[in-house]
Nanobody
Framework: QVHVVESGGGLVQAGGSLRLSCTASGFAFDDYVMGWFRQAPGKEREGVSCIDRSGSTYYKESVKGRFTISRDNAKNTLILQMNSLKPEDTAMYYC???????????????????WGQGTQVTVSS
């Protein structure tokens, strides 16, 4: 049975930091491209970042230089370190697993096999 569980969201002031974690089980974690999506109220779910098993990464332009994605295949864990947070980063953040071979660019929802339940990130101005 597949489980994908996020943690680490919360309320933070603009300029602050949060560290999101995702732990997965029930599938071959290290064979999957892992990524983070976010969805703000009234908006579509969008890919924020991804990382493949070789360590290649992608970041949405608006988070480059502020967010860092990493993975620990031995622990089936995905991390998103978010620094210099802005109010526009406020959203529900979802961990996602894709069977794509590589993290070529922005993931879309159709690329994803497994989703977490989401963790809320709120950045106050």
């Amino acid at each position: 049975q597949v489980h994908v569980v996020e943690s680490g969201g919360g309320l933070v002031q603009a300029g602050g930091s949060l560290r999101l974690s995702c732990t997965a089980s029930g599938f071959a974690f290290d064979d999957y491209v892992m990524g983070w999506f976010r969805q703000a109220p009234g908006k579509e779910r969008e890919g924020v970042s991804c990382i493949d098993r070789s360590g290649s990464t992608y970041y949405k332009e608006s988070v480059k230089g502020r967010f860092t994605i990493s993975r620990d295949n031995a622990k089936n864990t995905l991390i998103l370190q978010m620094n210099s947070l802005k109010p526009e980063d406020t959203a529900m953040y979802y961990c996602a697993a894709s069977p794509l071979a590589r993290c070529w660019g922005r993931l879309i929802t159709a690329d994803v096999d497994n989703w977490g339940q989401g963790t809320q990130v709120t950045v106050s101005s």
